[in-house]
């Protein structure tokens, strides 16, 4: 009678019971996944626990040393370069430091990465509407800059920065000026979307980095690896720094991954913070700011035992039918509508894929699989030169003929064919570029 009467309640506690059934399901399907992946971690904790000391070690000392290094060079390019173009070259705009200079993963020959901010809304609300909506002005906007840079260095005449080229690449998704030293080192210029998202990226993944040392350490093991095997080149249409911290970053945060996860998911945590909607001139205050960081981590594995699990966990999930979410900390599978193998990692900020390049995470689950196979037996656990094993070596030449590989060096040819280096002697271009 009262399941009559009161038909509300029962269809609540119904669902109510049908949710906790539901969870429940899922927690214990979550836990049967992490039993089966384990034989892989189990495999290599057991059986090479001296590698893997001797690995824990070799992480942390590299760590140190990067760090140090930093502490003892100038960061050229950020310190002299940038403020040197700052009063040069604009006047009511600013070159704004993103990626690993501002979030501390850089070494001190890593290039520098800027964005372009114009510094009154009403001017910038325009000037990104105008130049994403007109390619012919696009290119003809890069090409007065670049002159003006190319100008403005050679005028100053600095020893540390005696340029080789400057490439403008207008039709990029992220349109860039390229400019290329005899040292090796490189800025990076950026016209950014609209919605400013590298520099909102940088803002949310300088935090995550300074909840806990280890993801520095994890992050440079994995960027030291991904090149010893040449998967790492976004221009080429491989893996750039920031889809690799990703993949990190969701490894380190996602109970799908670690049933005790070594980091929080900041946008969850801290949504009035990074939030998508905070005003961009409010986040580049932020980033002149010294992050802090309360968070108190529960997982206390070892970074080298992390680095195991991470090959375990990609491993396991084929990430060319994924789809990754940042900042809900987990992973769906690719909807049957989307085109074969469409990967996509999603971070807070964009409305497109932060990364859906087929060819990068092909590379990843090559390398992945291959470099899994190879710790089984004990190899590949230091990538770092000059001790790194020959299976490095042994990738590279049998991914040679592999279609993501073979459509890199097409494209690094292409790049290299469309760079142009400008001198300048016109003044009205200087002026041009001012206005900006």
């Known amino acids: 009678v009262s399941m009559f009467a009161r038909p509300g309640i029962t269809i609540i506690r119904f669902r109510c019971a049908s949710q906790i059934r539901r969870n429940s399901e899922a927690s214990t399907t979550r836990e049967s996944r992490r039993r089966n992946r384990s034989t892989f971690a189990d ?19 590299r760590e140190d040393m990067r760090r140090e290094d930093l502490r003892k060079n100038e960061n050229l390019l950020l310190n002299r370069l940038l403020p040197h173009l700052q009063s040069t070259v604009l006047s009511n705009s600013r070159f704004v430091p993103v990626g690993s ?20 809304k009403e001017s910038r609300d325009q000037f990104l509407k105008t130049i994403h909506n007109n390619e012919g002005l696009k290119y003809e906007f890069m090409s007065v800059l670049r ?33 290329q030293f005899s040292n090796g080192s490189s800025l990076d210029i950026s016209i950014p979307d609209p919605a400013f ?12 980095i300074k909840c806990d040392e280890r993801v520095g350490r994890f992050m440079l093991w994995l960027k030291t690896w991904s090149s010893a095997l040449e998967i790492r080149d976004s221009k080429t249409g491989l893996l750039s720094s920031y889809h690799l911290l ?52 529960m997982n206390k594995m070892s970074t080298a035992e992390l680095i195991i699990r991470f090959f375990e966990y990609y491993s396991e999930m084929n990430v060319l039918q994924t789809m990754i979410f940042i900042d809900r900390g987990m992973v769906r599978s690719r909807p049957s509508a989307l085109e074969k193998e469409a990967a996509v990692i999603f971070d807070p900020y964009h409305t497109q894929p932060a990364c859906r390049s087929v060819n990068a995470l092909r590379a990843f689950r090559e390398a992945v699989l291959f470099t899994q196979s190879r710790m089984r037996n004990g190899f590949m656990f230091n990538p770092f030169p000059p001790s790194s094993d020959c299976s490095f070596n042994n990738f590279i030449e049998s991914s040679r003929h592999s279609d993501w590989r073979v459509d890199a060096l097409k494209n690094r040819a292409k790049i290299n064919a ?10 009205d271009k200087m002026a041009m570029a001012k206005k900006c």
Not at 43 to 61: D, F, R
Not at 102 to 119: G, N, Q, R
Not at 418 to 427: E, F, K, L, P, R
Request: hydrophobic share 40%.
């Open 246 to 297: 990703l993949l990190a970053i969701h490894f380190l945060h996602s109970e799908q991954s670690l049933s005790v996860p070594v980091l929080p998911i900041l946008y969850q945590t801290h949504n009035d913070v990074f939030h998508k909607e905070n005003p961009i001139e409010r986040i580049v205050s932020l980033l002149e700011e010294r992050p802090v960081s309360d968070w108190t981590p």
């Open 197 to 208: 998202q590298s520099i909102r990226n940088t803002h949310l993944m300088r935090q995550y």
């Open 418 to 427: 469309a760079g142009i280096h400008d001198a300048i002697n016109s003044d």
């Open 101 to 120: 200079s501002i979030t501390e993963l850089a070494s001190s020959h890593s290039d520098l990465d800027v964005v372009l901010f114009p510094l009154e």
């Open 43 to 61: 495999t290599v904790l057991k059986g090479h626990s001296n590698a893997l000391e001797e690995m824990e070690k070799e992480i942390v000392k």
């Open 147 to 179: 002159s003006t840079i190319v100008h403005s260095i050679h005028k100053w005449g600095d020893d540390n920065f005696k340029m080789e080229n400057c490439l403008i690449l207008p039709t990029l998704k992220v349109p860039l000026i390229i400019c």
